[in-house]
């Protein structure tokens, strides 16, 4: 008798429990918010790049014309810890016949936060006319997305139960309270534009944060 009484005991609990939990009614939505925001700061990708039949002349240049870059973007007020400088980047050019070196093209690729957008065109400009060789588009982006996407979770949470709400009335039911919440990710995704514009003006639009939730609402008793 004493071996069978905690057993019987358990398998009762077990009974019990998995009794509370069939009686308990759980209906299931998704929600999401969307928060619109004006990129406040531009990432540019600048590369510079010179073709000679040494590394050395092709370095120069490159030196000389970052140097340039680097002192124009300071004097519109980048900082300098907002410009990063790659290392170099060297590719020989070999002739037809595969066997020597004809040329070297060297490469450097300078990485600018902006931070004023309103000194972006003239960047844009000054940098044309000093030469580089290539300009990435824009990545705009919102400096503190964290206060926009507290916003779009309080509207995610608003869309899922208004949609719990919507299918508990259908089924002739009312929510009882929330039994689960999952935070499904966030999106202050960055946004790409041209680099510039027709008639030299910049469209900067708007940046989306997104959140998105799963929610497990417990319906009332009928």
Same mark, same amino acid.
């Given at each position: 008798?004493?071996m069978i009484?905690?057993?019987?005991?358990?398998? *009762?609990? *077990?009974?019990?429990?998995?009794?509370?939990? !069939?009686?308990?009614?759980l209906?299931?939505?998704?929600?999401?918010?969307? $928060?619109?925001?004006a990129?406040?700061?531009a990432?540019?990708?600048?590369?510079?790049?010179s073709?000679q039949?040494? $590394?050395?002349?092709?370095?120069?240049?490159?030196?000389?014309k970052?140097?340039?870059?680097?002192?124009?973007?300071?004097?519109?007020?980048v900082?300098?810890?907002?410009?990063n400088?790659?290392?170099?980047?060297? +590719?020989? !050019?070999?002739?037809q016949?595969?066997?020597?070196?004809?040329? +070297?093209?060297v !490469?450097?690729?300078?990485?600018?936060? $902006?931070?004023d957008?309103?000194? +972006?065109? !003239?960047?844009?400009?000054?940098?044309?006319?000093?030469g580089?060789?290539q300009?990435?588009?824009?990545?705009?982006?919102?400096?503190?997305?964290?206060?926009l996407?507290?916003q779009?979770?309080q509207l995610? +949470?608003?869309?899922?139960?208004?949609?719990?709400?919507?299918?508990?009335?259908?089924?002739?039911r009312k929510?009882?309270?929330?039994h689960?919440i999952?935070?499904?990710?966030?999106?202050?995704?960055?946004?790409?534009k041209?680099?510039?514009?027709?008639?030299?003006? $910049?469209?900067?639009?708007?940046?989306?944060?997104?959140?998105e939730l799963?929610?497990?609402?417990e319906?009332?008793k009928?």
């Amino acid at each position: 008798m004493k071996m069978i009484l905690p057993l019987t005991m358990l398998a *009762l609990l *077990l009974s019990t429990q998995a009794l509370a939990q !069939e009686q308990i009614a759980l209906i299931s939505v998704q929600g999401s918010g969307v $928060v619109q925001a004006a990129p406040d700061r531009a990432r540019l990708q600048m590369t510079v790049g010179s073709r000679q039949t040494s $590394v050395s002349k092709a370095k120069t240049e490159v030196d000389a014309k970052v140097a340039q870059l680097t002192a124009m973007m300071q004097q519109l007020g980048v900082a300098s810890s907002d410009i990063n400088n790659a290392p170099l980047r060297i +590719y020989p !050019e070999y002739q037809q016949d595969q066997k020597a070196v004809e040329m +070297y093209r060297v !490469e450097r690729e300078l990485t600018v936060q $902006v931070r004023d957008l309103s000194k +972006y065109p !003239e960047l844009l400009e000054q940098a044309a006319a000093l030469g580089i060789t290539q300009l990435a588009p824009a990545e705009l982006v919102v400096s503190e997305p964290a206060p926009l996407y507290q916003q779009a979770l309080q509207l995610a +949470y608003a869309d899922a139960e208004q949609k719990a709400q919507q299918l508990a009335r259908l089924s002739g039911r009312k929510i009882k309270q929330v039994h689960q919440i999952q935070e499904q990710g966030a999106s202050p995704a960055p946004m790409h534009k041209m680099a510039m514009m027709a008639s030299d003006t $910049v469209q900067f639009g708007n940046n989306q944060v997104r959140a998105e939730l799963s929610i497990q609402f417990e319906l009332a008793k009928p």
